[in-house]
């Protein structure tokens, strides 16, 4: 009986021996692969952290792209706007020499008419040229409009070669009849909104104002004689 009691004991044992090494094996067991799933996981964490660096870097290049682009499209604007301007200035220019071009292809220069320049000194220049004056577009009415005796207005634009050649005769008429009549000199690129008023199309342009109103009008180049004659008919 005693003997059996043993075995039984023994027996007992072992299957106690046996289910805790059964019960290690699977602790051990999940522990490793608690320990793997942590790697797995903290490698995917990381994979994670790169992946939104680096879409943080690719939103930060293509919102440099974007302000680029929009920099270009302003400079792109700007120019188009410069580019314009200056198309607008030519064909203001051309409008202006049409009508004088015009008229030197059809009309003949009659040499008996033709005015003699007289050859001045530097001071002479600058004397004569004082009496001339320079108007804008802010001071025409006063200069002009407002003067108590006869005003020849010349329009003209540094870029006109006729105006080039009219400028010595009016610099002459306006010291030798500088009692009678008063000169004045409009730059239309600097101060356009005068022309644009009195209509002025053709380079140069001479207005007459007597007493603050427009007595007449000549487009283009003329002789002196022609000159002089035209406004001693509005005295």
């Not at 792209?65 to 198309?87: C, Y």
């Not at 040229?129 to 804008?136: C, F, G, S, V």
């Not at 400028?167 to 030798?176: A, K, N, Q, T, V």
């Amino acid at each position: 009986m005693i003997e059996i009691t043993y075995l039984v004991t023994g027996l007992l044992i072992c299957a106690l021996l046996g289910i805790g090494g059964v019960i290690l094996f699977k602790q051990k067991k999940q522990s490793a692969d608690l320990d793997s799933f942590n790697k797995n996981l903290e490698a995917l964490a990381k994979q994670m952290k790169d992946y939104h660096t680096k879409a943080d870097e690719d939103r930060g290049i293509v919102s440099q792209l974007l302000s680029n682009m929009r920099s270009a499209e302003q400079n792109v604007d700007r120019t188009d706007n410069q580019i314009n301007e200056k198309i607008k200035k030519l064909e203001q220019r051309i409008q202006y020499l049409e009508p004088e071009v015009k008229r030197l292809t059809t009309e003949t220069a009659n040499t008996n008419n033709q005015a003699t320049v007289t050859v001045n000194t530097d001071d002479q220049r600058k004397e004569i040229k004082a009496n001339i004056i320079e108007t804008t577009d802010e001071n025409f009415n006063e200069k002009v409009l407002k003067n108590k005796k006869l005003v020849l207005a010349d329009f003209f634009a540094t870029w006109c070669g006729p105006c080039l050649q009219l400028s010595p005769l009016l610099e002459e008429i306006s010291e030798e009849m500088k009692d009678q009549v008063v000169i004045t000199k409009h730059n239309i690129d600097e101060h356009p909104n005068q022309p644009t008023k009195y209509g002025v199309r053709g380079l140069p342009t001479m207005l007459l104002f007597k007493n603050g109103e427009l007595a007449g009008t000549k487009v283009g180049v003329t002789s002196k004689s022609n000159i002089v004659s035209w406004i001693k008919e509005n005295i």
